[in-house]
């Protein structure tokens, strides 16, 4: 007899692909997987655009941006005020690039 | 010279810039070279560590290479200065020297211009090991004051040594005064002969100056030199000890190869920051605790793991931003760096500011 229900949480997996957003953040195109948030996609894609707005405003002519978590790396270039987004899942085996 | 001279060099052109710092790792001294790819920047350099030559284009943006000169002669007296610039125009080079520059040199054309350049940086780098007074190389001041009597000359010489200045009035060959220190007369004299090295520039004379040097110029050179030659044999000697406090930190991760600007800072906003090669160190400072806040956060929301650093770039520039500890350490480069370079360069920087 169980006393109690298993429950398995579905794990959201790693993003992998790119988009780009223009200059307002809004998504223009993506390959990322279509069941991933587009609301977090587009979080990403305006702190971006932020990070090379503020950089501007800090007097460094920036053009690429590259971010590197535990689990993922985003790489980004601004592209006429807009950006193009890539999102890599690092693991142990390419997480040195 | 005891350790390795320390060459500054301000050009607005990246590319020249490590052009150059390659030239001058063949001078013999092995000098140590730091970049600033503007007037301000090396403003800032100069605040924060002596060096023993600065090298400056003279075509920049913002403020251009006679105004960074003018300041740096007029706070920096003993550093030795070298314009380097494609412009060829005498007038500029008679303003240039004006200023008190040591060498006005067009940027070499071929293989033997650069060595006869790199020749001349290095007989400037051995003059400041030897001392002597700029204007007249290798001349102490008392040949100085000797030329000047000896041609019965009329004029007032101002001596500045580090933030000393001193003045000595002589009037048709006769030592008329001298002050300094709240010294006067002999006194003043005697102390001001006494300085090894600095930079002395001659004003027009000043007839009415009331007389308080009463001896002939002879006479007060040879006391003051046998003074001198006594206290000297009566002191200890005094051997100046090596430095043998490390480096802090941040002098390391300044001191690393390509390193431009470094900026160590608490989170909390107020909290302390200190900076080293920064030209507006307030205004990085925002954006990088903005910036690492917003990927922090954004980690947080994709539940990626740990922020680890973040690179922004360009081909003239590459700045590198990482967490470390409770605080936040940026780091900037000139020009756009080889993939993993600047990671591992924070990885290091990291690893001294928080063992």
């Known amino acids: ?97 | 010279m005891p350790s390795r001279p320390k060459i500054l060099l301000a050009d607005d052109d990246p590319d020249l810039l490590e052009l150059y710092r390659e030239l001058l790792t063949r001078l013999p001294s092995q000098p140590e070279i730091r970049l600033a790819n503007s007037g301000l920047k090396a403003l800032a350099l100069l605040e924060e560590e002596p060096f023993h030559l600065f090298i400056c284009d003279l075509k920049m943006p913002r403020m251009d290479g006679l105004q960074v000169l003018a300041v740096v002669r007029r706070k920096y007296p003993q550093l030795r200065t070298v314009v380097l610039t494609a412009l060829t125009d005498e007038q500029l080079r008679s303003r240039v020297y004006a200023l008190g520059v040591d060498l006005y040199w067009q940027k070499p054309g071929n293989e033997q211009e650069v060595q006869l350049f790199l020749d001349c940086l290095e007989s400037l780098l051995s003059r400041e090991a030897e001392g002597g007074f700029r204007g007249v190389q290798s001349k102490s001041l008392v040949d100085i004051i000797q030329l000047e009597c000896l041609s019965q000359n009329s004029t007032l010489l101002r001596i500045t040594h580090g933030p000393l200045t001193g003045r000595i009035w002589i009037l048709g060959g006769e030592l008329v005064d001298a002050e300094t220190e709240g010294l006067v007369g002999e006194e003043a004299f005697a102390r001001i002969l006494s300085w090894k090295s600095g930079t002395f520039e001659q004003l027009p004379p000043e007839p009415d100056r009331p007389r308080r040097i009463f001896k002939s110029y002879n006479a007060l050179l040879l006391e003051t030199a046998q003074a001198m030659d006594e206290s000297d044999a009566a002191a200890p000697a005094v051997v100046e000890p090596e430095r043998v406090t490390p480096p802090s930190p941040m002098e390391q991760i300044a001191a690393m190869e390509g390193v431009d600007c470094v900026l160590h800072f608490g989170r909390a906003e107020g909290s302390p920051a200190e900076s080293r090669g920064a030209e507006t160190p307030e205004v990085a400072l925002q954006w990088a605790r903005r910036t690492l806040d917003r990927f922090q956060h954004m980690g947080e929301r994709l539940a990626v793991g740990p922020l680890q650093d973040i690179e922004v770039s360009s081909w003239q520039q590459h700045v590198g931003l990482a967490p470390v500890g409770e605080g936040g350490l940026l780091m900037g480069w000139l020009g756009r760096q080889p993939p993993g370079r600047v990671a591992e360069q924070l990885r290091k920087a990291a690893a001294l500011l928080h063992p």
């Open chain 1, 1 to 97: 007899m169980k006393w109690f229900r298993k429950t398995v949480s579905a794990l959201r997996p790693l993003p992998a692909g790119s988009f780009t957003v223009d200059r307002n953040g809004h998504l223009l195109a993506s390959t990322l997987p279509s069941d991933y948030p587009v609301s977090l996609v587009r979080e990403l894609g305006l702190h971006v655009l932020t990070t090379f707005r503020e950089a501007r405003t800090a007097g460094l002519s920036v053009t690429d941006l590259v971010v590197r978590y535990q689990g993922l790396k985003i790489a980004a270039r601004e592209l006429r005020g807009g950006a193009i987004i890539f999102v890599f899942p690092q693991t142990p085996f390419n997480s040195a690039s």
